[in-house]
């Protein structure tokens, strides 16, 4: 059901960018771009990422153009007598860069299902990400009923399309528009570029790194335009080093209400913790103002 509900979403997402254009988030700097080198990836041979008493899940190939995407196939098979299970992917990378793919299926006990996870995150080719040389899933299996239950697997693989000796780690390229408004031992946070968009609203485009041996939040509080108050509902999760690209956006009638008409403060609480740990000292807590 929420497989159905995400490819129901991302064709209403495609239809809304084909009818206004993509979101303008190029924010520049990536080594390669995502036709131009590798060609076709290497003879393709099954990866078991899951096997025990519970469930098994096997990759069985990649589709390069999937109609929603870059997809790779999947069996997911429930070995359990009397429970339906989730079968999800919670965390997910392209060289390194964090992404979120259409993954999360429903399978019945003792049943098997064919499925798709499917990549379209605009961000890795406006970003020119390059070739998907090194896909890292997080796969969690688990009782679709009881949420608090413990996960019946939980498991961490690489696909190498190209071979593994061919992997490589997205690199971004500085630009001369950069703003740095964090840059500590845990991680650095750059606001690449401020867009205006008719669909999208108002965006303050950034890119973040994370430095840290922990998954990290990034969040913006106490959100201020103008010295109007309000609340973009920013949250970047980025796990143990990896990186990702994100955006803090407003919609007009966030702008409309308030009589913003040009953007010329923005001033909001940047915060920095570990996910996994609520009580943890934040990694870094500052007031930052931009002036677009």
């Not at 390669?32 to 469930?55: L, R, T, W, Y």
């Not at 299996?141 to 009881?146: G, L, P």
Request: glycine share 6%; net charge negative.
């Amino acid at each position: 059901m929420k497989k159905i509900i995400a490819l129901a979403l991302a064709l209403a997402l495609t239809l809304s960018l084909a009818a206004c254009g993509a979101p303008s988030n190029n924010n520049g700097g990536g080594t390669s771009n995502k036709g131009s080198s590798k060609g076709a990836p290497s003879s393709f041979e099954e990866i078991v990422a899951v096997d025990n008493d519970e469930c098994a899940i096997t990759i069985t190939g990649i589709d390069e153009d999937d109609f929603w995407g870059y997809a790779l196939k999947v069996t997911l098979e429930n070995k359990s007598a009397d429970t339906t299970y989730m079968f999800s992917v919670t965390n997910a990378s392209i060289n390194g860069v964090e992404c979120d793919p259409f993954f999360a299926t429903d399978v019945a006990a003792g049943k098997t299902a064919n499925d798709d996870i499917t990549f379209s995150d605009s961000a890795l080719e406006d970003n020119d990400i390059g070739d998907y040389t090194d896909i890292e899933l997080t796969f969690k299996v688990y009782d679709s009923e009881n949420w608090d239950a413990d996960p019946v697997a939980l498991e961490t693989v690489h696909v190498y399309p190209y071979g593994e000796d061919e992997a490589t780690v997205y690199e971004r390229e500085a630009q001369s528009s950069d703003k740095v408004i964090l840059d500590n031992d845990y991680a650095t946070v750059i606001v690449t570029g401020c867009d205006e968009d008719d669909f999208w609203g108002y965006e303050v485009n950034l890119f973040v790194i994370n430095k840290s041996d922990a998954n990290i939040t990034v969040s913006a509080d106490e959100v201020s335009v103008n010295g109007y108050m309000t609340d973009p509902l920013y949250v970047s999760s980025v796990s143990a080093g990896k990186c990702a690209f994100s955006s803090m956006t407003w919609s007009d009638s966030d702008f409309e209400d308030n009589g913003i008409t040009d953007v010329e403060e923005i001033e909001f609480k940047l915060r920095v913790y570990d996910s996994d740990d609520w009580g943890a000292d934040d990694y870094a807590n500052e007031v930052i103002t931009l002036n677009p």
